[in-house]
Every structure is written in C-alpha cells, then in structure tokens.
C-alpha cells in the first residue's frame, strides 16, 4: 500500500477529493483547497489545516484535537458534535457556521469571526475568544467557565450569561 507523506496534500485542490479511506492524522493539509468536503465522523487530529478553504464542509462529529486551523476560512461548515479540544482558530473565518453541540474545551479562538455562528450546546470551557468578533453568535445553552467569559468582549459575555450555563 501507497504511504503518502506528510506534505502530499499540502498546497493543492482537494475540493473533490473522496477522503473516504484516506488517513489524516498528523497531515499537513494547509493552505488547500477544501471547499464542500466530507471528513464527518473522521479522525484528523494533530493535522495542520492552516489557511485551508473549509468552506461549506462537513466535519460534524470529526476529532480535531490539537489540529492547527489557523486563518482557516470555515464559513458555512457544519461542526456540529466535533471535538475541537486545544484546537488553533486564531484568525478562522467561522461566519454562519453550524458549531452546535461541539467541544471546544481549550480552544483558541482570538481573532477568529463567528458572525452568525450557531453554539448551541457548545462546550466552551477555557476557550479563549480576544478579539473575536461575536455579532448575533448563539450561545443558547452552551456551557462556559470563568476563564472563557473573561476573554470575550462585553456584548459576547452579557449574551453568553444571558443564553449559556456557567459551568
């Protein structure tokens, strides 16, 4: 059986691609082409998806512990059930996207933009979230703790109390 590399898939169009029976873990995947994917139910942690177009993707139930979605655009992606635990968002376009019921215990979200994004149920114990833009971001029933209430601006945190649980 073909071993791919690390880097094979690196810098590519992988809009089209089945991944199927393709293991991500550990890859790097950056700056590619990921538009409209299916990597539901995938495991891919510690893979660097950095600058990656996730738009329109579904990664509902995927483990993502430790992956690197630096800069990442992830409009319209479905992350709904995934576990994002000590995740890299720093900078993620997250505009509408379906994160309900995810886990993002640990995850860096400063900077990233999650106008419109839907956190229902979200687990958002020690997120941290400076700088992120939070304009009509759902929080209802998400769980949070002190920490990741102290990084959002004031609107976000007056929201998150309001629709969220304290952990």
Do not use: P
């Not at 873990?25 to 539901?40: A, F, H």
């Not at 579904?58 to 655009?73: E, M, N, P, T, W």
């Not at 019921?101 to 229902?120: E, H, M, Q």
Request: hydrophobic residues 40%; contains cysteine; charged residues 30%.
């Amino acid at each position: 059986m073909y071993a791919m590399s690390s880097r094979a898939f690196r810098k590519r169009d992988l809009s089209k691609v089945n991944f199927e029976y393709e293991d991500l873990i550990g890859r790097n995947l950056s700056d590619s082409d990921m538009r409209g994917v299916s990597l539901k139910n995938r495991d891919i942690h510690n893979a660097d998806l950095s600058c990656t177009d996730l738009s329109e993707a579904d990664l509902s139930d995927a483990i993502l512990f430790y992956v690197k979605l630096r800069g990442a655009d992830m409009r319209g992606i479905n992350l709904s059930n995934a576990k994002l635990w000590d995740a890299e968002l720093y900078g993620a376009d997250l505009q509408d996207a379906d994160v309900r019921g995810a886990d993002l215990f640990y995850t860096d979200l400063r900077n990233a933009d999650l106008t419109g994004a839907n956190l229902r149920g979200v687990n958002l114990r020690h997120a941290n979230f400076e700088g992120a833009i939070m304009t009509s971001t759902k929080f209802v029933d998400a769980n949070y703790d002190l920490h990741t209430l102290n990084t959002l601006s004031e609107g976000a945190r007056i929201l998150l109390k309001k629709q969220g649980k304290l952990w």
